[in-house]
C-alpha cells in the first residue's frame, strides 16, 4: 500500500474482549470517528505466534515485503520496499500492575518488533492516563526498558527502540514533565498523539458527538499538531516524533513534519478513505516539500521552529 511502517496494538498480556458493543462510531460529515474499544486483545502469546509466524515466512523469502526486526531485507528487484512493524503496548483493564503489564508486553514482543510504543494514552482504560505523570512514567519507562534489555541477547543491531505515545489533553505542566521523563531515561522517541476527550463545537452538535471515546481524524488535527509542537521544542529537537492525528493530506502531513514529525500514522483517514489516500498524500507531500526548497523530508522536520528562532 505504499506505507514505509506499520503500528500494531495496542495488544494487552492477557487476552480480554474490550468494551460491549458498539464501540465504534462514525461522524463522516466531520471525517471524525469516536472509538472505546477498551484495548480488545488476544494478549501477547496470540501476537507472538502471528508475529513468530510472519517474520518466518518473510525469512523464507514468502512475506509480505516486511523486513525482519530492524532489519528490513533489501528489495529484490522489482519487489515492494521492506517495511517495518512497530508493537503498541497496552494493560489489561483488570490488572493492578501497569507497569509488570508493559514490562511483560516488551519482553514478550520485543524480539519481533522494530520498534515498542508504551501506550498510556487511551482514554479507554480506567487509569491509563495518569501513568503519564512525572514518577509514573519514569518508573514505567525504566522497567519496560529493563524488560525489554533483558530479553536479548540483541546482537549488534542492539534491543528495538521504546516510544511513548501520549495524549492531545495534557497541561502544560504535563507535557514539560513528559518531555523531562523523556529526556532522563533516554526514551528513543515520542508519538503525538492519541485520541482526545475533547468535543470541538461542530462535533458536540453532532448527532454522533456525545458517544464517550477518544475522538479522532479531522477534529483532532490542530490540537494534536499543536501539542506536537510543544513536545518538539520541549524536548529541543533532540527527540524523534511520530506525527499523529487527523492527518488526510500531505498537506497535513507536511504541516506535522514542519512542526517537529521525523514520522506520520495515519487511521481514521485511512478508515474513511481507503488504500487510494497513501499514494495521494505522497504525492501530495512530495510538491509541499519540492515547492519550499526541500530535497528530503528529514530536511523539513522541525523548519516551523528554525523560522521562528
Ligand atoms: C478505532 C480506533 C482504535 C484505536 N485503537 C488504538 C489503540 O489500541 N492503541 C493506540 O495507541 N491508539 C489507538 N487509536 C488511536 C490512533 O492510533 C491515533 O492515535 C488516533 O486515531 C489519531 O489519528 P487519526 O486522526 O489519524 O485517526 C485508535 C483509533 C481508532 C480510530
Redesign the pocket.
Known amino acids: 500500500m505504499g506505507f514505509g511502517f506499520v503500528?500494531i496494538?495496542?495488544v494487552t498480556p492477557l487476552p480480554q474482549p474490550g468494551n460491549p458493543k458498539p464501540r465504534?462510531f462514525r461522524l463522516p460529515e466531520l471525517d471524525?470517528?469516536i472509538?472505546r474499544?477498551g484495548?480488545n486483545s488476544h494478549g501477547v502469546d496470540a501476537v507472538a505466534a502471528n508475529l513468530a509466524a510472519f517474520r518466518q515466512r518473510e525469512a523464507a523469502g514468502m512475506g509480505a515485503g516486511l523486513g525482519s526486526s530492524q532489519t528490513p531485507s533489501a528489495p529484490a528487484d522489482g519487489a515492494a520496499p521492506s517495511g517495518r512493524v512497530g508493537v503498541?503496548l497496552?494493560k489489561n483493564k483488570a490488572s493492578d500492575d501497569a507497569a509488570g503489564d508493559y514490562a511483560i508486553g516488551a519482553a514478550k514482543l520485543g524480539r519481533f518488533a522494530d520498534y515498542l510504543?508504551i501506550?498510556v494514552?487511551?482514554p479507554n482504560t480506567p487509569g491509563l492516563r495518569a501513568l503519564q505523570g512525572r514518577r509514573e512514567l519514569e518508573r514505567l519507562v525504566r522497567r519496560c526498558q529493563a524488560a525489554r534489555d533483558a530479553a536479548g541477547p540483541w546482537g549488534a543491531v542492539g534491543p528495538p527502540p521504546v516510544l511513548v505515545?501520549v495524549a492531545p489533553d495534557l497541561t502544560e505542566a504535563d507535557k514539560a514533565d513528559i518531555a523531562m521523563v523523556a529526556l532522563r531515561t533516554g526514551v528513543d522517541g515520542l508519538?503525538v498523539?492519541?485520541?482526545t476527550l475533547a468535543r470541538p463545537k461542530d462535533v458536540a452538535d453532532h448527532p454522533t458527538g456525545d458517544e464517550v471515546g477518544?475522538l479522532?481524524?479531522?477534529p483532532?488535527?490542530e490540537p494534536?499538531t499543536a501539542v506536537l509542537r510543544d513536545m518538539y521544542r520541549l524536548t529541543k529537537g533532540r527527540m524523534p516524533i511520530i506525527g499523529?492525528?487527523?492527518?488526510?493530506s500531505g498537506q497535513d502531513a507536511y504541516a506535522k513534519i514542519r512542526a517537529g514529525a521525523s514520522l506520520v500514522?495515519?487511521?481514521?483517514?485511512?478508515?474513511y478513505g481507503g488504500p487510494a489516500v497513501v499514494p495521494r498524500m505522497k504525492r501530495e507531500l512530495a510538491a509541499c516539500l519540492r515547492r519550499d526548497g526541500f530535497d528530503s523530508v528529514a530536511a523539513a522536520v522541525g523548519a516551523d521552529h528554525r523560522k521562528q528562532s
Open positions: 503500528e496494538g495496542s465504534v471524525a470517528v472509538n474499544y484495548f503498541n497496552g510504543v501506550n494514552s487511551s505515545k508519538i498523539s492519541n485520541t477518544g479522532s481524524g479531522r483532532l488535527f494534536s499523529v492525528g487527523g492527518v488526510s500514522e495515519i487511521y481514521s483517514s485511512l478508515a
